[in-house]
């Protein structure tokens, strides 16, 4: 395990929700690329394989929070791309 991973996606984990707020309070995605955050969960998700694979640890919890977080991202992007 390492700390520093870790740390990576503490600090990524706590910027979703800020987004995600972001986007409930102004009902609109201006900005927001749909493949970006497809690419990021893919991210997530190859970093989640590799733990499950090889490195078991508690931080496969945080790739989890992280992949759910940017879901709920994406998701609302669906829910408010007309909206301007």
Do not use: Q
């Amino acid at each position: 395990m390492s700390i520093f991973e870790a740390l990576m996606l503490v600090c990524f984990g706590l910027s979703w929700p800020v987004s995600i707020a972001r986007t409930l309070r102004a009902k609109a995605v201006s900005g927001k690329s749909p493949y970006f955050i497809g690419i990021v969960i893919l991210g997530y998700a190859f970093g989640l394989a590799h733990k499950i694979l090889y490195s078991r640890d508690w931080v496969i919890g945080l790739y989890v929070f992280n992949i759910a977080v940017v879901s709920a991202d994406l998701i609302l992007y669906f829910r408010y791309r007309g909206r301007r």
